[in-house]
């Protein structure tokens, strides 16, 4: 049986929500009716399947750093993407409160 590699799998994830994330920009940015649920539900489908992807890729990164697997560019590549599609999310949601002026 072939080794696992962790870090290609969070690699092939980060792409994904990548992917899925520009998808669902543009969705929000061709979305015109208020009435149209169907966008919504797409859009909701499209941001839990996000989520997943996210959720994987750190856990593939974390069992890739616990095996200690050579880090390369899909190791890079994927952590810099959670960083971007899920730590900066949340700093802004926490602390962008305090720097919005009104």
């Known amino acids: 049986m072939k080794r696992i590699s962790f870090k290609k799998w969070a690699f092939h994830f980060s792409v994904w929500v ?7 920009f543009y969705n929000e940015i061709s979305y015109s009716s208020v009435f149209n649920t169907y966008s919504l539900d797409r859009l909701l489908y499209l941001g839990i399947l996000s989520t997943l992807m996210l959720l994987l890729a750190i856990i593939s990164l974390v069992i ?3 095996k200690k697997e050579k880090r390369n560019y899909q190791f890079w590549t994927a952590l810099s993407c959670v960083f971007v599609f899920g730590v900066l999310p949340i700093l802004v949601l926490m602390f962008g409160y305090y720097f919005v002026k009104y």
Not at 18 to 24: A, L, R, S
Request: hydrophobic share 70%; proline share 0%.
């Open 64 to 66: 890739s750093a616990i």
């Open 18 to 24: 990548i992917i899925i994330n520009v998808i669902t």
